[in-house]
């Protein structure tokens, strides 16, 4: 059974820095890209980050307004996938999800929320 649990979310002060983390099992971590999206209230689910396969060269992406500010990275051995966030905004703030997905199906963690104070 496939499983993304979430942590590292909550309040971080604008400017500041925050690392968020999910934690994946039952899945081909080691083999498989893996992505971040984030989701403000009313809206679509839009696509952060994402890293592509080692096979792929373990490449990170990112959405272009992003860059430079987010970090996706890959623990193989703790079957984690991070994503730093430094210099947070206030349009930071929204429930951001971890996926990965098969051939045949996509899986979410369940969401963990990042407020921006000012």
């Known amino acids: 059974q496939v499983k993304l649990v979430q942590s590292g979310g909550g309040l971080v002060q604008s400017g500041g820095s925050l690392t968020l983390s999910c934690a994946v099992s039952?899945?081909?971590?080691?083999?498989?890209?893996i992505y971040w999206y984030r989701q403000y209230p009313m809206k679509e689910r839009e696509w952060v980050a994402g890293l592509t396969s080692p096979a792929a060269g373990n490449v990170p992406q990112y959405l272009e307004s992003l860059k430079g500010r987010f970090a996706i990275s890959r623990d193989v051995d703790r079957n984690t996938v991070y994503l730093r966030m430094i210099n947070v905004q206030p349009q930071d703030a929204a429930t951001y999800y971890c996926?990965?997905?098969?051939?045949?199906?996509?899986?979410w963690g369940q969401g963990t929320q990042v407020i921006v104070s000012s």
């Open positions: 039952g899945f081909p971590f080691r083999d498989k890209p």
């Open positions: 996926r990965v997905e098969t051939e045949t199906t996509v899986y």
